[in-house]
């Protein structure tokens, strides 16, 4: 009883902070993300009734306790799901560079929720997975699906109607995608501590949520008419609010460092020169900076020669998760 998933990574648009209920990882704010092609996690799972315990291998070494818990914890959920007792050994190989604040998260557990309901036979649908995935982490439950994604909060409280659908596969609008990694020293707040200290402390916290089913509507508009401006636009809005909504937390929190400033400084200052580049900032210092294709390789080049910056990915949209 053995299956193996790759599953990748997801980079928000419009951001998902603040949880309506932590259990069950419903959302206060639906939010929207595309899924990128180059980083990834590859999971196999296998149970077998002769397994005394459940093992996590994370990129071929026992997992620490941590790490270790979540999954067990979640390969219970799997299990309530298929009324088995049945153990499991996992083997999670991430090819997701740690540094680079990109949530391994979202496609660790997209991975194995796909690889643990299809080794244990149950035949979950699209939608069924993507509610599954978002009980390991919210983000998760986009990574899912490839291309422009979008999570819908719902409103239910058992979390029925909160799960990802796809607004437009990959195919259908190349962007780039630069994940501009910035000297880092700092201790990193988890996602997890962050959003929940802002939502219980900012004053600044109902002011994201009046606002940010405006912003998910201004950016399906813009998807749908392909309109890069207006995308990038309220993607970098949005991402400020967020960070915005951090910084009025008790105590506050900033991620940015030194480098990430430079970086949006020399973005803003871009398109003075006529690119038209954007960035996104999540629960870490580096930037990600949107831009047309044909922008790519300039981008690429002139961040690169700024003091701060370390090193550049280049990602482009990517698939949902593919069985292997
Ligand atoms: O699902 P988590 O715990 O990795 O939280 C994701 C939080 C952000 O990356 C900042 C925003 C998002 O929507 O991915």
């Known amino acids: 009883?053995?299956?193996?998933?790759?599953?990748?990574?997801?980079?928000?648009?419009?951001?998902?902070?603040?949880?309506?209920?932590?259990?069950?990882?419903?959302?206060?704010?639906?939010?929207l993300s595309i899924t990128l092609d180059k980083f990834y996690t590859t999971t196999t799972v296998e149970f077998d009734e002769y397994f005394e315990s459940d093992i996590f291998l994370l990129n071929n070494r026992v997992a620490g306790t941590k790490e270790s818990s979540k999954v067990f914890n979640?390969?219970?959920?799997?299990?309530?799901?298929?009324?088995?007792?049945?153990?499991?050994?996992?083997?999670?190989?991430?090819n997701v560079p740690t540094a680079a604040g990109l949530a391994s998260s979202a496609s660790g557990f997209a991975a194995l929720a796909a690889a643990g309901a299809k080794a244990l036979n149950l035949k979950l649908d699209e939608r069924e997975l993507s509610i599954l995935a978002r009980q390991g982490s919210g983000s998760a439950c986009r990574s899912i699906y490839g291309g422009f994604v979008e999570w819908q909060k719902g409103v239910e409280t058992d979390g029925s109607d909160s799960y990802a659908t796809q607004l437009l596969p990959?195919?259908?609008?190349?962007?780039?995608?630069?994940?501009?990694?910035?000297?880092?020293?700092?201790?990193?707040?988890?996602?997890?501590?962050?959003?929940?200290?802002?939502?219980?402390?900012?004053p600044f916290y109902s002011g994201w949520l009046n606002t940010v089913e405006d912003d998910l509507k201004n950016a399906k508009e813009a998807i749908r008419a392909r309109d890069f401006q207006r995308l990038g636009n309220v993607v970098e809005a949005n991402a400020l609010k967020m960070h915005a909504t951090m910084l009025g937390a008790k105590p506050p929190i900033l991620y940015w460092q030194g480098g990430t400033v430079e970086v949006i400084h020399h973005i803003q200052y871009m398109r003075t020169c006529g690119f038209s580049a954007?960035?996104?900032?999540?629960?870490?210092?580096?930037?990600?900076?949107?831009?047309?294709?044909?922008?790519?390789r300039r981008m690429y080049e002139e961040l690169l020669k700024l003091p701060a910056v370390e090193e550049i990915l280049v990602c482009h949209p990517g698939s949902g998760i593919q069985y292997i």
């Open 1 to 31: 009883m053995k299956a193996t998933v790759k599953a990748n990574t997801n980079i928000a648009l419009i951001k998902y902070w603040g949880k309506r209920d932590e259990k069950l990882f419903l959302p206060m704010n639906s939010s």
């Open 74 to 94: 979640f390969l219970d959920k799997i299990r309530e799901l298929a009324g088995t007792k049945m153990r499991a050994r996992v083997r999670a190989l991430n």
């Open 170 to 202: 990959e195919q259908r609008w190349n962007i780039s995608i630069l994940s501009v990694l910035v000297a880092s020293k700092e201790k990193k707040v988890s996602s997890r501590e962050g959003m929940k200290n802002t939502v219980e402390t900012s």
């Open 278 to 296: 954007y960035f996104t900032i999540d629960a870490g210092p580096n930037v990600k900076v949107l831009c047309p294709p044909e922008e790519e």
